[in-house]
């Protein structure tokens, strides 16, 4: 079992950064994929990134491209989600999740068997 924290969301401006944090505990070796996804109200659950812990690849959502920056720091269990740039419509609850074996695609949330309960992040106009 893997447990998985989120944390760093809280209001900020349009144009701001925020930085996003999952915690992993439980029986991690740091050998499992990890994605970050986002659900805003009344909306599906969206891709945001992720990170193959195979080769090291960074994965991201369309609406991520060129302004969110995901990272590790295996020596921590600690997978970040640098967001910059931030506009309203990034509003959201943001959802950390991780697999050792992905049941999928990255980019599809039913690969991932472990969740996080999620961080608010609000962006302002």
């Known amino acids: 079992q893997v447990q998985l924290v989120e944390s760093g969301g809280r209001l900020v401006q349009s144009g701001g950064s925020l930085r996003l944090s999952c915690a992993a505990s439980?029986?991690?070796?740091?050998?499992?994929?990890m994605g970050w996804f986002r659900q805003a109200p009344g909306k599906e659950r969206e891709f945001v990134s992720a990170?193959?812990?195979?080769?090291?690849?960074?994965l991201y959502g369309d609406s991520a491209k060129g302004r969110f920056t995901i990272f590790r720091d295996n020596t921590k269990n600690m997978v970040y989600l640098q967001m910059n740039s931030l506009k309203p419509e990034d509003t959201a609850v943001y959802y950390c999740?991780?697999?050792?074996?992905?049941?999928?695609?990255?980019?599809?949330?039913?690969?991932?068997?472990?969740w996080g309960q999620g961080t608010q992040v609000t962006v302002s106009s």
């Open positions: 999740a991780a697999s050792v074996y992905l049941l999928g695609p990255p980019k599809w949330q039913g690969s991932y068997i472990y």
């Open positions: 439980g029986r991690t070796n740091n050998k499992y994929d």
């Open positions: 990170f193959l812990w195979s080769g090291g690849h960074t």
